[in-house]
């Protein structure tokens, strides 16, 4: 006889099947609003000793954040946005609203819609609510600081990336402004265990020639919304984040293993070490498509076309893309302009 | 079936079609591609091709679609959905032929291979670079990454690592009217298109197009990897081991629990391993670098330990480990071997239903006088209900589809999924409907609209709307 544990609790509508609000904290899912901030997440989380690690802006809401970029710094260890988001409640551009994807974690039933209008910026409705995965919350963190020459910090993160350590951090990122940069990596363990890995990175330190510093329950690093996304292989990572820092004189992260470059167009005065990026308010734009917001906006815009237009063609060739809340991707040409014609008219998304 | 004329016609359009490659039309040699995995429900391909390249797999393509036959493309055909099956006759396409490691970056943690490569020949290619790809089904030795990028494969580490859809950077797809598309890259994003394409390759079971390579992102190998086995006398105690597990900073790699029936099937059989018979068996693995597994060691097993296990062993040494791991191992070709036929279901449900779903499988089971035994990814809440049967025996076929059919609606019922890892295929495909309303079947079945919009490719998998009409 079977004696284990169950208990029913509405987390759907019987008829539509979307989703309600809810927290599961065996599962460690989790049913809010698109529009709650990374705050509001934390708070839910933490009474079941869970987080939502990837956050860009905690004060930006959810859907700003999977809008600006799919990838945050966390993302080095559980991924990017798509799979940390297992499901969502999606607004049809006819106002009709339907459920996309599961409330558990593995899923192949049916054809990945989900994942494709994730990140897809409005073109075909919006998400109203999501159900994200939580991770286990240690209630301890240590970030480290490593500086040092750019060369000698750019030399080191092949080497730390080869380690098998390299997944248990949560982040692992470059981050350069100007001529300066330094490596920050963060990670969320039990306290018994932060001397393991403060002896880990003081030793490669040492052995790269950087110097170390280390604080310890510091929040996770919040850079803010980036104003552009580049996409490419984690070995150029390095020298793409030092390259845009330099010569187009931008505060850049580097998302080492994920292969990703975050570029934040610095405002004066704003260091690179503070680690807090732009006000929410200056940095993320409306979510759902993009609004002129006067010559401010054009003004940004015009100077993101222009680093694209330097760095475009090789993200391509790799496979890789860019993004940014302030430009809107090209126009598709053919074949892909006819099968978006078709799966709108087929698919009701019009 | 095609009509004789037909056949010879297609089978001379096939034969110009390649000229390295290898078209069978003989009964003996279609016959190994009656079925797949799930052994039991046959149909019969009228010509299987085996291009030697991509250019004669584009042209197999294209005179497919002129001639108006059923394409399907099959791996090694251990699907356990009904996937790579002729469910319409037609050509069935084998790309075991495409099978080069084409290169691989462990500076830019990628590698590109061809879709027939297997996972295991990946593995020990990419050993040698000190990297690893995660995705690990248990037909591992044979499964070509073809087949586990079309069902979204998973296996015992996907709990801490993810399916096959968080390790694919980009493939190479062939569309019905032979053009050649590259949806992403080693850079793993959507290249010079708007939209994310490769999202709808990923898991579309050959529906859409021939994927002929990958891009896929690896990992460092882990330096030490410990594993823990250990017995409960009853769920609630083996659930909280889970829950345990799971909530745990040593974020555990696999956490695979088998069933009492399981468990005393190993136990009466040769290959026993001396559980108790009327135990939850639950396997668990850390892995990292040698300092960080270590130290978590004793936390893991304390977990074990006060949920209710007295027998917790653990070890970090190679050959221990395969013994600890052997119950698990052994279990499904012990299936095999105790009966004429055995499906495996594949639900993925929240892990407060366990106890529920569990029960309901023994009890239609029971009722119907069927066997089943369980052996599933429980850190994921992902069931494998097996059912062994003799599909010779009349009803006996029925009483398994109806028992299906009952578990489905109840997983889909508690919240949770029909496929975690398998596929819909043909063997699921009736239960869309309790998962796709009509809103989302239509947003679904757009999909192949765009890219197969007669169903020539793989028709009757996913839906059961999917018929090819010539």
């Keep these: ?350 | 079936m095609q009509p004789s004329g037909n056949r010879v016609h297609l089978e001379t359009t096939l034969r110009n079609c390649v000229s390295r490659g290898r078209v069978l039309t003989s009964p003996a040699q279609l016959a190994g591609y009656d079925t797949d995995g799930l052994g039991y429900k046959e149909y019969r391909p009228d010509a299987v091709v085996i291009p030697a390249d991509t250019d004669e797999l584009i042209r197999v393509l294209q005179s497919a679609r002129q001639l108006g036959v059923p394409l399907c493309f099959r791996g090694a055909g251990t699907s356990l959905s009904g996937g790579p099956v002729a469910a319409q006759g037609g050509i069935i396409v084998h790309t075991s032929a495409l099978r080069a490691i084409r290169k691989i970056s462990p500076e830019g943690f990628w590698c590109e291979v061809e879709c027939g490569v297997t996972l295991n020949q990946l593995d020990e290619a990419l050993k040698q670079h000190s990297v690893f790809y995660p995705p690990d089904p248990s037909s591992g030795p044979v499964c070509t990454i073809g087949g586990n990028v079309a069902t979204n494969a998973g296996g015992a580490h996907c709990f801490r690592y993810g399916v096959t859809s968080n390790y694919v950077l980009g493939l190479e797809v062939i569309l019905l009217d032979g053009s050649v598309h590259r949806f992403g890259g080693p850079a793993g994003g959507r290249g010079r298109w708007r939209e994310d394409w490769k999202r709808f390759m990923i898991g579309s079971e050959g529906t859409l197009g021939a994927f002929t390579r990958f891009w896929l992102r690896v990992l460092p190998r882990p330096e030490k990897v410990w594993t823990f086995r250990a017995t409960f006398p009853d769920l609630i105690t083996a659930e909280k081991a889970i829950h345990g597990l799971v909530a745990d900073a040593s974020y555990p790699v696999a956490i695979e629990l088998m069933d009492p029936r399981c468990v005393a099937m190993v136990e009466n059989s040769p290959m026993a391993v001396g559980l108790p018979v009327d135990s939850f068996m639950l396997l668990t693995e850390i892995e990292g670098p040698a300092a960080l597994v270590d130290a978590r060691v004793e936390s893991v097993a304390e977990i074990l330990r006060n949920a209710g296990s007295r027998d917790v062993v653990y070890s970090d040494e190679a050959i221990l480990r395969g013994k600890l791991w052997k119950a698990r191992k052994v279990a499904g070709g012990l299936m095999g071997q105790l009966s004429a036929d055995f499906v495996v279901q594949d639900a993925v449900i929240p892990k407060r239903a366990l106890a529920e779903l569990l029960q309901l499988v023994y009890d239609e089971a029971d009722a119907a006088g069927i066997r089943a035994v369980n052996v599933f990814h429980a850190g994921d809440g992902n069931l494998h209900p097996n059912f062994l049967f003799d599909s010779r025996k009349p009803g006996e076929l029925e009483k398994v589809e109806l028992i299906g059919k009952r578990l489905m609606q109840r997983v889909v019922e508690v919240g949770g999924t029909l496929s975690g890892e398998h596929g819909i295929g043909n063997d699921k495909a009736a239960y869309m409907p309790l998962v796709f309303g009509p809103d989302t079947t239509r947003l679904q079945l757009a999909i192949p609209a765009v890219f197969n919009p007669r169903h020539q490719l793989n028709p009757l998998k996913v839906f059961t709307e999917r018929r090819f009409t010539p």
Aim: hydrophobic letters at 35%; charged letters at 20%; proline letters at 7%.
């Design chain 1, 1 to 350: 006889m079977i004696t284990g544990v169950c208990s029913g609790v509405p987390e759907t509508d019987p008829v539509s099947r979307c989703f309600r609000h809810f927290i599961d904290p065996i599962d460690g899912v989790l049913c809010v609003s698109a529009d709650a901030v990374a705050d509001e997440i934390a708070t839910l989380a933490h009474d079941h000793n869970l987080r939502f690690p990837l956050i860009l802006d905690s004060s930006a809401t959810l859907s700003q954040q999977v809008n600006s970029s799919e990838y945050a710094p966390a993302s080095s260890r559980f991924g990017a946005f798509c799979d940390n988001i297992l499901g969502m409640n999606w607004k049809m551009p006819d106002g009709r609203i339907v459920r996309i994807g599961e409330r558990v974690v593995k899923t192949t039933t049916g054809y990945d819609v989900f994942r494709f209008l994730l990140h897809s910026c409005g073109r075909f409705g919006y998400a109203t609510d999501y159900v994200v995965r939580l991770r286990p919350d240690c209630r301890h963190t240590v970030q480290y600081s490593l500086s040092g020459k750019t060369s000698d910090v750019c030399q080191s993160i092949p080497v730390l990336l080869k380690g098998s350590w390299m997944h248990w951090f949560d982040s692992i990122d470059l981050l350069s402004e100007g001529q300066n940069c330094r490596l920050r990596l963060h990670v969320n363990c039990p306290p018994n265990e932060s001397r393991l890995f403060t002896e880990y990175v003081s030793s490669f330190a040492g052995s790269q020639h950087l110097q170390m510093s280390a604080e310890y329950d510091r929040a996770a690093p919040v850079d803010g919304c980036p104003d552009f996304t580049f996409k490419t292989t984690p070995d150029r990572v390095p020298s793409l984040t030092t390259q845009l820092a330099q010569e187009q004189g931008i505060r850049a992260t580097g998302l080492c293993y994920s292969g990703v470059v975050l570029g934040y167009l610095s405002k004066p005065g704003q260091p690179v070490s503070d680690g807090s990026g732009p006000e929410a308010s200056d940095c993320v734009q409306p979510s759902v498509g993009i609004q002129t917001e006067g010559q401010d906006f054009e003004r940004i815009a015009e100077r993101i076309q222009t680093i694209v237009r330097q760095h475009a063609n090789e993200l391509y060739s790799l496979g890789g893309d860019w993004h940014s809340r302030y430009v809107p991707p090209p126009s598709p040409v053919s074949p892909e302009s006819e099968w978006i014609s078709i799966l709108q008219k087929e698919a009701g998304l019009l």
